[in-house]
């Protein structure tokens, strides 16, 4: 027998079964397109704050400088240690802080010390640089001003150079035994940013050095002795108590120190005195 025909019942549910289906799978679709599109929204803007959390910094740097003050603190090192923290320098210029844009700058920004370097850009794209420009200088209308600048400088007030300093080291050439004077070198400079280009080294043996060890009644060498503008180079002032005397003419002489330094000769005796050998604490 041939079979019935479906029934109008029959196509006209099939018929909104096919609706019912396809409408599902349209709003499938949709909400996979939505679910795509917020998810590659989410992973685009990670990727995009990675790439700028480490796309360097963008500054400008402005140095105010005393082009005729020859001895003056440089500010290179300065410079290449925010460099080192991600920053890239778009611009940087020099000015002489007599000239007109000098001037203006220094009006506009209180400048009280040159040399010092003006700041500005993306001064706090870097955390680190963020948290560190109030300990050494000033904020305004968004540019960084350095403020705690090295000697020596020029005061812009009087226009004279504060921190100018003598260095003189003392050695006895006959102490073979004794701490290598030039250790000092390093330790003045790079530690406390006395300028150590114009070290003068006398030996005793030698008028002056005799002159010099006499006058100040040195008992211990090698030694050093600082003259000049030593006071504006507050570090080394700061300690200067524990490892050394000023003198009635305003003269630095490192004293005991000395102990601290190695071998050294006592004067008085004639004796090399050694440091004493430190045991290992797990014996």
Not at 11 to 40: E, M, P, Q, R
Not at 59 to 68: E, G, M, P, Q, S
Not at 79 to 84: D, G, I, Q, S, Y
């Amino acid at each position: 027998m041939d079979e019935a025909p479906q029934s109008k019942n029959t196509i006209h549910l099939d018929s909104k079964l096919f609706y019912i289906f396809g409408g599902v799978l349209i709003l499938a679709l949709v909400v996979g397109l939505v679910i795509s599109f917020k998810t590659n929204a989410f992973v685009g803007k990670k990727v995009a704050e990675a790439a700028e959390a480490v796309r360097p910094a963008e500054f400008k740097a402005t140095l105010v400088d005393a082009l005729d003050c020859t001895d003056c603190f440089k500010l290179d090192g300065f410079l290449a240690a925010v460099k080192k923290e991600n920053v890239k320098f778009v611009e940087q210029k020099n000015v002489d802080w007599k000239s007109d844009e000098g001037k203006a700058l220094v009006e506009k920004y209180k400048i009280e010390k040159i040399p010092t370097v003006i700041l500005s850009g993306e001064i706090n794209k870097n955390v680190k640089l963020k948290n560190a420009w109030p300990g050494i200088g000033e904020t305004i209308d968004g540019n960084f001003v350095l403020r705690q600048t090295g000697a020596p400088y020029v005061e812009v007030a009087t226009g004279k150079t504060k921190g100018e300093v003598e260095v003189f080291f003392l050695t006895d050439d006959s102490c073979g035994e004794c701490y290598d004077v030039m250790g000092h070198k390093q330790i003045l400079g790079g530690g406390f940013g006395i300028p150590t280009e114009n070290i003068k080294v006398l030996s005793i043996a030698s008028g002056e050095g005799m002159m010099m060890k006499n006058k100040y009644n040195i008992k211990m060498m090698p030694t050093f002795v600082l003259k000049g503008e030593v006071d504006v180079y507050g570090g080394l002032v700061n300690i200067w108590s524990k490892v050394g005397t000023i003198e009635k003419d305003g003269a630095y002489v490192f004293r005991e120190g000395v102990k601290q330094m190695g071998a050294y000769k006592n004067m008085m005796t004639g004796m090399v005195v050694k440091p004493e050998a430190t045991t290992s604490a797990s014996q």
